[in-house]
């Protein structure tokens, strides 16, 4: 079996709290399996601009977004990982702005998924309340890109910047991390979730009938054509019924919607 990779994104401005814990987690992977191969990345250090809001990832593709030189990079990194954990500290109940920009550029994913094979950890502390919502964001948004796992370790760190773990919290963080090696090197991808099935068959039948103004989604969709989900990917029988449906209804309503991103 070939070993494991793990990307670690280091989704705040600095290595605080949330980035102790992470590397718990990390030594704990560790001790599972000496085997798995870490990369890290850190957004504080490859100076992403902010999203402009051009749309042109979302019009022309990805590559031709102004900020690509710098973002490619990440995404290759991820797909060349098996799992993906992401160091989130909990702004104002919410994602930092280093990791908010870097999923603005990301957003086309939403129109165009593609880690359908990848797992992720997420992992938030805070000093009081929220860490539950900023992972539960994440998730949602990894989802959106394709992820077919992703798991939550939300911590209350009581503590603004000398956070030292109780045995509570680092019983939970080795739980949780122990169940993401655990579903990683099984290999297995799970069925994916009716709230995953709808956007993925709702603009695979937009992108099936002619617009005045054709985008990237139109390229890229007819790859798909004729699948509920993405190939590899497993479905019951009743959602790849559920698929089918969604699809009929998208062919329906693209009589009268037409997605465009006019410039």
Known sequence: ??????LIVNGGPHKGNTWLLTEKA???????????AFTEVHLSDISLP??????????KGH?????????????????????VIFSVPCFQGHLPGILKNFTDHMAFMLHRP???????????????????GTT???????????????????????????????E??????YKITERFYRDLSSGKLHVPGTGVLIPFNLFRALTSVETEYPTEDNNFWPRYQGQSYAPGVPL????????????????????????????
């Open 1 to 6: 079996m070939k070993g494991i990779k793990i």
């Open 63 to 83: 590559t031709t977004c102004p900020h690509n030189e710098t973002i490619q990079p990440v995404m290759d990194m991820i797909e060349q990982s098996d799992g």
């Open 236 to 263: 019951t029988p009743g959602k790849k019924l559920l698929g089918r449906l969604i699809y009929g209804a998208g062919r329906m309503a693209a009589k009268n919607i037409s997605v465009t991103y006019r410039k």
């Open 26 to 36: 990390r030594d704990c992977l560790a001790g599972l399996d000496k085997s798995i």
């Open 50 to 59: 902010f999203c402009t809001g051009c749309s042109s990832c979302f019009r």
């Open 136 to 166: 539960k964001a994440l998730a949602s948004t990894l989802a959106g890109w394709g992820f077919n796992r992703c798991y939550q370790l939300p911590i209350a760190s009581y503590s603004w910047n000398a956070y030292r773990p109780a």
């Open 168 to 173: 509570k919290d680092l019983g939970k963080t």
């Open 114 to 132: 593609r880690y359908f094979t990848k797992k992720a950890l997420v992992i938030s502390t805070t000093a009081g309340v929220s860490a539950g």
